[in-house]
């Protein structure tokens, strides 16, 4: 079956500007992630949802950061006011529940703030 | 909170051969579940193996094994011989029963034909 998608890919703003990042998680797995990941380091969490609610939100740096899910599927991650600092690769995972599951990754959004 | 330290930055193995990565963390809890990731460069995280805690044997997925020894927190992948696609960066990963899920700073592993 088809995997976790994302989109855009890439995308490059100028700072300042607000920018949406989707995730199309698998169907039917009701878990969905995000993830940070600057260049060269490892995988920063940023935000899970279990269902349509994110009981955990610890991980956003900052306030100019939100991220919602609507309908047990679909999940947007929004970023206001981009710093040059914000850019990085988003990912997106998914699992079928919380707790044991194996997250499934998406490819990606490579965000670059000019 | 639980770290997962990788402390290999990169690593080398010949084709055909047999190469280590090492991973150590640290956390409070005695159940939660570790993780090895494969990221090539499409950027795509793939799940090599994963382990958990609660299970005293090591586990194997073919070419791919760990030595989780749980006493030192430490869990290393093994990957026997070496092919050209294994070239990738690869994360260890911690996930707590709570969902709290921690990388390390990856191992860049390059095979050598």
């Known amino acids: 079956g088809a995997g976790v998608s994302q989109s855009p890919s890439n995308k490059v703003t100028e700072k300042g500007k607000d920018v949406e990042l989707r995730c199309d998680p698998i169907s039917g797995h009701t878990a969905l992630y995000w993830y940070r990941q600057s260049l060269g380091q490892g995988l920063e969490f940023l935000i899970y949802?279990?269902?349509?609610?994110?009981?955990?939100k610890s991980g956003l740096p900052s306030d100019r950061f939100s991220a919602e899910r609507t309908g047990g599927s679909v999940s947007t991650l929004t970023i206001q006011r981009t710093q040059q600092e914000d850019s990085a690769v988003y990912l997106c995972?998914?699992?079928?529940?919380?707790?044991?599951?194996?997250?499934?990754f998406g490819p990606g959004t490579r965000l670059t703030v000019l | 909170a639980q770290t997962v330290t990788q402390s290999q930055p990169e690593m080398s193995v010949q084709e055909a051969e047999t190469v280590t990565l090492s991973c150590t963390y640290d956390t409070s809890e005695s159940d939660y579940y570790l993780f090895w990731y494969k990221q090539p460069p499409s950027r795509q995280m793939i799940l090599v193996i994963r382990q958990e805690a609660y299970k005293q044997q090591n586990a194997t997925e073919n070419r791919f094994s760990v030595n989780f020894q749980k006493a030192a927190k430490s869990f290393s992948l093994k990957i026997s011989d070496s092919q050209l696609g294994d070239a990738a960066m690869y994360f260890c990963a911690y996930r707590s029963k709570d969902n709290d899920m921690r990388f390390g700073a990856g191992t860049r592993l390059t095979v050598k034909p």
């Open positions: 995972a998914s699992s079928q529940n919380s707790g044991p599951d194996t997250q499934y």
């Open positions: 949802f279990q269902g349509n609610s994110a009981p955990d």
